[in-house]
């Protein structure tokens, strides 16, 4: 297995150098055909707001916003050429005028990989919607990698921890971030409570990914007084890793992703990119 299209997701914020630099190094690594979507979140103002000239003035006010969005969108896709031609990635260019979270797990059907940012939930006109990274996951049905909105992640990733807990999820994230293991320098497989204490948690998924060239080592650690997504992200700082694999938990309901709580934690307070399958 290989990634041969790698899809990163843009939306004018300030964060869209950074997922855009990420992107390209990856495809660059892996010697794949990179897909930059831009999207344009459609604009809808309030009528009540301008009284009898309502049509007219949202007729002007979204055109405006269209123009604006479209100017910057082509100077970020001269940045984008830029980028792919210096590091001989073949780069193909989307621009789509509707919202993320839809458009988004539909072209996402189409890539090996998708490249998007983190949810800024504390910005006061935060760009990437609370819940579109997790519907981006839950939707798609491919591995979506996900960038931090704070920091700087211009190199692929050398170390990675593996969340394992044995689930139908955590499986098909190992698999599908296997391209990405396999070039990693270090694999730490951690397990979290394991119930089984006399075996060696992780052992069984280490080996099989030991076959496939990673270097893997299995470790294991207790929650004590700690939730689960903390005790991810205390263990990815301790060992210095640049990238968190691991299943994301949920179901649907009426068109809302209800996540599980360790799924959401981590979404929400992330520090190094985190490769997520469903």
Known sequence: MTFRTILVHLEGGARDQVNLGYAVQLASEHKAHLIALRTITPFYPTIGTFGDAAVSVIAELQERYRRSEQSEATKLRAEAEKRCQA???????????????????????????????????????????????????????RPVLIVPYAGQFAKPPRHALVAWSGTREATRAVHDALPLLKRCNKVSVLSIDPKDRGHIAGFDIAAHLARHGCKCEATRTVTADISTGDALLSELSDLGADLLVMGAYGHSRLREWALGGVTREILGAMTAPVLMSH
């Open 87 to 141: 590091a001989d990635v073949p780069l193909e260019w989307r621009i789509a005028e509707q919202f993320a979270d839809e458009v988004v797990p539909q072209q996402a059907r189409y890539a090996d990989l998708v490249v998007t940012g983190q949810a800024d939930r504390d910005a006061t006109e935060p760009v990437t919607a609370p819940d579109m990274p997790a519907n981006v996951v839950m939707g798609a049905g």
